[in-house]
T-cell receptor, first 109, second 113 residues
């Protein structure tokens, strides 16, 4: 089966700095890679996703990159704001969704 | 367009009782997924269903747990004879296509006393 690893598990940045979260996967059949943001006590919400036929996707301050050869993908948040503080999960999807273990991001005002 | 609905939001059960968790997918979505989340942990896949069919239940314990998604009505995750270790948040998600963008419900927080 698939194995998704996510790093770091916790990340603190100063407001305005960038944050990068990285995930690796093992199953070359995985072809869809979403990222979810989960605030405390709330549901995971899809913030951006990328499919295997694309190397990079950007939506305002959020971008995701995918390296299929190396089997890793990353979330980049620029100009971080306190409201970006949350737990972020990556996922790799082929026959099933496999989630990473999450990164707790804290943006310090 | 209403999002994914789950009820109840909070459920307290004593050991040995049954828990029934309901999930109504987004309108137009026929694919439902159930996940379990322990405190400060990630989402663990449990089961993937389409209408009247269980597609993948590899993440669901074989004992005491069952799921269904009938032709009419919500998907139901049923836990029989609950134990303390079943205490967790149970999220369902739905998608329009198989293994496509998933939208999550608010979750049911199960507490077993």
């Amino acid at each position: 089966g698939e194995n998704v690893e996510q790093h770091p598990s916790t990340l603190s940045v100063q407001e305005g700095d960038s944050a990068v979260i990285k995930c690796t996967y093992s199953d070359s059949a995985s072809n869809y890679f979403p990222w979810y943001k989960q605030e405390l006590g709330k549901r995971p919400q899809l913030i951006i996703d990328i499919r295997s036929n694309v190397g990079e996707k950007k939506d305002q301050r959020i971008a995701v990159t995918l390296n299929k050869t190396a089997k890793h993908f990353s979330l980049h948040i620029t100009e971080t704001q306190p409201e970006d503080s949350a737990v972020y999960f990556c996922a790799a999807c082929g026959n099933q969704f496999y989630f990473g273990t999450g990164t707790s991001l804290t943006v310090i005002p | 367009n209403a999002g994914v609905m789950q009820n109840p939001r909070h459920l307290v059960r004593r050991r040995g009782q049954e828990a029934r968790l309901r999930c109504s997918p987004m309108k137009g979505h026929s694919h439902v997924y159930w996940y379990r989340q322990l405190p400060e942990e990630g989402l663990k896949f449990m089961v993937y269903l389409q209408k009247e069919n269980i597609i993948d239940e590899s993440g669901m314990p074989k004992e005491r747990f069952s799921a269904e998604f009938p032709k009419e009505g919500p998907s139901i995750l049923r836990i029989q004879q609950v134990v303390r270790g079943d205490s967790a948040a149970y999220f369902c998600a739905s998608s329009q296509q198989e293994m496509d963008e998933q939208y999550f419900g608010p979750g049911t927080r199960l507490t077993v006393t």
